[in-house]
């Protein structure tokens, strides 16, 4: 169970703060609920209690795994399906997984086929939205600001691009 003040992952929507525990009443249905602050876009966020292990909520990593994660954002891009459907697909069950390591490796292929190629409007919102996840557990597990720390998950990508 988690507390508030605990920093945890809420897998599809990113990392944030448990502000508080509070009791309401949806479609007649009395649940508790744990309130989340995202760092990012400052959004708060409603998840039940009791589903949170269903849905996958975790801590967030421990900042020694934090260079794994840049490690990751380094590394060569995956070989992935060339039908974009197949790849959507993929990357798709990747993020839905909420492992933060799993999303690097899919904001790295894309960004690294976005300079390569461009990207479908579908995969373009995926980008968005991993990067979005990726940068908030970031935020949280550094406690640096979004700037930096997406500046660094740029530079991290573009790095292998100049080998």
Do not use: C
Not at 12 to 39: C, T
Not at 43 to 64: A, F, L, Q, S, Y
Not at 66 to 83: A, C, E, H
Request: no cysteine; charged share 30%; aromatic share 4%.
């Amino acid at each position: 169970m988690f507390n508030v003040g605990d920093k945890v992952v809420y897998p599809m929507h990113g990392a944030g703060i448990i502000e508080g525990i509070e009791e309401k009443e949806i479609l007649g249905e009395i649940r508790k609920y744990f309130i989340m602050r995202m760092p990012i876009g400052d959004m708060k966020v409603m998840v039940p209690v009791d589903n949170v292990e269903e849905v996958g909520v975790r801590e967030i990593i421990d900042p020694t795994e934090l260079d794994r994660v840049i490690s990751i954002l380094k590394g060569s891009k995956t070989s992935m399906p060339q039908n974009w459907n197949r790849r959507y697909r993929i990357n798709m069950d990747r993020i839905k997984s909420g492992d933060i390591f799993e999303i690097a490796a899919v904001v790295r292929n894309l960004l690294m086929m976005d300079l390569e190629k461009g990207l479908s409007t579908g995969e373009k919102k995926m980008l968005s939205s991993a990067k979005q996840m990726l940068l908030s557990e970031m935020v949280l597990v550094s406690d640096s600001d979004i700037e930096k720390i997406e500046k660094l998950v740029i530079d991290a990508v573009k790095y292998e691009e100049e080998i």
